[in-house]
């Protein structure tokens, strides 16, 4: 599981917008090209909706920011062995593990790539969140801790334990048909008549 932080912004608002406006459009509409990916694909999606506007997501991250950054830029892309089927869902479910770690409500919006070989989701993160027991707005740090938060909590809510637990099983069943198959390739030792078993014996 990959969660690596892709930049932050800071400074001028203005400017943070432009960029972020920037950043949401190019998102949305890079290339394609030899990929499956449909334009719906692409959509804007937050923790309750599939579907959201490129201004509205720009103006609710842009009215949560704090002195120290505007926003946050994150990539969340699972390991090869950690399949994941609803990708808005399993994104939705990694933001809330962080938000529970950190104790405050956070304003994110995303967009899911599978143009490329290891497909991914960029997750644009607001830079001041609602702390849950006082409802007071705090700033949005991100440390070495909560990217760790972020892996734990992909390959938790990815397939990664089933898939896991189905090649154990797959594993104990080859174990057990080489074990059958190796009983009927021995041969078994013909009995000689002239000479009673212990089994002969005892009666």
């Known amino acids: 599981m990959i969660a690596k932080g892709s930049g932050y912004v800071r ?14 459009k190019y998102i949305e509409h890079r290339s394609r090209e030899g990929s499956l990916e449909s334009r719906d694909d692409r959509r804007i999606f937050n923790k309750d909706l599939n579907v ?6 720009v103006d609710d991250v842009m009215q949560h920011t704090s002195t120290s950054v505007n926003y946050h830029k994150v990539v969340l892309s699972p390991g090869e062995n950690e399949h994941v089927n609803d990708w808005r869902e399993w994104t939705r479910d990694i933001m809330h593990d962080l938000e529970g770690a950190q104790g405050r409500e956070l304003y994110w919006y995303a967009v899911y790539h599978s143009n490329t070989e290891h ?3 960029h997750v644009v993160i607001a830079g001041a969140g609602q ?3 006082t409802s007071r707005e705090e700033p949005v740090k991100l440390y070495t801790k909560d990217y760790d938060v972020l892996r734990e909590a992909g390959r938790e809510h990815s397939d990664y334990h ?11 069943l080859e174990d057990i048909e080489r074990d059958v198959d190796r009983l009927v390739e021995t041969p078994q030792p013909e009995r000689d008549p002239f000479h009673p078993s212990l089994e002969d014996i005892d009666r």
């Not at 400074?11 to 949401?24: K, M």
């Not at 959201?52 to 997501?57: M, S």
Request: glycine share 2%; proline share 3%; aromatic share 10%.
């Open 11 to 24: 400074g001028n608002r203005e400017a943070a917008r432009t960029r972020l406006t920037a950043h949401f």
């Open 52 to 57: 959201v506007n490129r201004r509205d997501a």
């Open 119 to 121: 497909p991914h989701v």
């Open 131 to 133: 702390n849950q027991e």
């Open 162 to 172: 089933f898939y896991e637990l189905l090649k154990e099983q797959f594993q104990m």
